[in-house]
């Protein structure tokens, strides 16, 4: 009984060793900046001289009337209804349609997930280009189709400025989820369709009957992946629009970043990316349960 004790208290030292490195990163790299970030939403400070002044709750209070941060995460909730509608239909489409063609359409998976691997920086300056309302492609292509009623000023009209960034987002990511969707379907048994085939079924009754209910599972958990990256997301905004015109592209990460880093207010830019953290963790705690609670 002793020597049983002795081996697990030993296989238990065993595992934490092996696990400390990781967890002294995890912990100097994302619990003690999240603790200084909760700590200096109670201070104004602009980041640079040694002295931070103690305000108290004063931030949390700014923030609550704050109108832009509301109308930020505002935009924040719009992008994730635009990428789930957006990306996860047309990458289980394209998913579903290399799969089917097997080995012969390899070279097209590599070709359909290049833009997931080009820097969001590059992207975004292409898409500033290509989005220019009078030497642009865009504008080009509609000018050659006799279109140049529908040409606008994409990226200056605060009415159609958030819908083109997202569009290029969406673009960008839906080669993730495609790639997610394809291993998702490569766990399907062929056996199941060769049953269904001999059974008569279409490939569209195939893909509603059999397909999509076994992806039920993959499409829930990159609808989670979605929510929590379009309520941080910060990269093609700030490169295409820096939030605007007129905080009509802002989100909660770009008024955080600005402020904290172009205004140096760090202590109210630090309240915002602690109201973040909370509304993220709130955000992502909930969806995970509720496709718990739908699962059982």
């Known amino acids: 009984m002793q020597r049983d004790r002795t081996s697990k208290l030993a296989q238990n030292i065993g595992i934490f060793l092996f696990l400390a490195p990781a967890l002294i990163l995890i912990g100097i790299y994302i619990i003690w900046p999240i603790i200084m970030s909760f700590n200096l939403s ?62 012969k359409f390899d070279l097209f998976k590599s070709l359909f997930y290049l833009p997931m691997l080009m820097s969001s920086v590059a992207i975004g300056v292409l898409f500033k280009y290509i989005y220019d309302p009078s030497f642009g492609l865009l504008s080009g292509i509609l000018s050659f189709l006799h279109l140049d009623f529908l040409n606008q000023d994409w990226l200056g009209d605060p009415n159609v400025a958030f819908y083109s960034v997202v569009a290029v987002i969406c673009w960008q990511y839906i080669p993730f989820y495609m790639i997610f969707f394809i291993a998702a379907l490569s766990n399907i048994p062929h056996e199941l369709y060769e049953a269904a085939k001999i059974d008569g079924a279409t490939q569209g009754q195939y893909f509603w009957k059999i397909e999509l209910p076994l992806l039920s599972p993959s499409i829930k958990t990159a609808c989670i992946l979605s929510l929590i990256g379009s309520l941080k997301y910060f990269d093609l905004i700030y490169v295409m629009t820096e939030g605007g ?18 205004s140096f207010k760090m202590g109210y830019g630090s309240t915002i990316a602690s109201a973040m953290f909370i509304i993220i963790t709130t955000a992502g705690v909930l969806a995970y349960f509720a496709t718990k609670k739908n699962e059982g």
């Open 245 to 262: 015109p007129s905080n009509a592209t802002e989100l909660m990460a770009t008024y955080m970043y600005k402020n904290a880093f172009a």
């Open 42 to 103: 109670m201070f104004e400070w602009d980041g640079v001289s040694p002295q931070k002044i103690y305000i108290g709750l004063k931030n949390w209070k700014d923030l609550l009337h704050d109108s832009i941060f509301w109308h930020a995460l505002g935009n924040n909730i719009k992008f994730i209804f635009l990428s789930i509608i957006i990306e996860m239909p047309i990458a289980i489409l394209i998913a579903v349609l290399l799969d089917r063609g097997g080995k």
